[in-house]
């Protein structure tokens, strides 16, 4: 792996600070979205597509949703949001039911079992990334768990 730039914002970094900072954004983009493409190979018992598993943990973490809002959230044309809910209620792992003030729409719901899938999906995600982790030395983790804090914060800004 290419060693990266160093960075920093010292006022006499000189002219290649800026060029350092764009080094590390890059370098960040595509390392988190490595280790996502490895974390997202760790499926659940139904093997489910990442776009499917997307809209149970959206379902999980937010509740009961239309498929409109769903697709709103997902940034996806609502026909094609009608089609991964309708593949994830063939599975039984969300339900339809009647929305309480409009009748021309539903309600999307998860179901036992796909809330179950969600918990198997993440904990072998969890798994996988632990036995990463442990392959790493002490420092090593203390950096990563302080990177984790910064990219989260650069996630909510």
């Not at 949703?65 to 709103?72: I, M």
């Not at 996806?76 to 309480?100: C, Q, W, Y």
């Not at 993440?122 to 950096?143: P, V, Y």
């Amino acid at each position: 792996m290419p060693e990266s730039t160093p960075v920093t914002d010292a006022p006499h970094a000189g002219p290649h600070a800026g060029r350092a900072r764009e080094a590390l954004g890059s370098d960040l983009r595509i390392a988190t979205a490595r280790l996502t493409r490895r974390m997202r190979a760790q499926r659940g018992e139904a093997e489910l597509p990442d776009h499917l598993f997307t809209v149970l943990a959206l379902l999980f973490r937010e509740g009961p949703s239309t498929p409109g809002a769903l697709a709103e959230h997902e940034c996806i044309r609502p026909p094609s949001m009608t089609r991964s809910v309708n593949a994830l209620v063939d599975l039984g792992f969300v339900s339809k039911i009647e929305h309480p003030t409009d009748g021309r729409q539903v309600v999307v719901e998860l179901t036992d079992a796909g809330r179950r899938e969600v918990h198997e999906t993440r904990r072998r995600r969890d798994a996988w990334l632990t036995r990463r982790l442990a392959e790493l030395t002490a420092d090593e983790r203390r950096t990563l768990a302080a990177a984790s804090e910064l990219m989260t914060r650069v996630a909510r800004s």
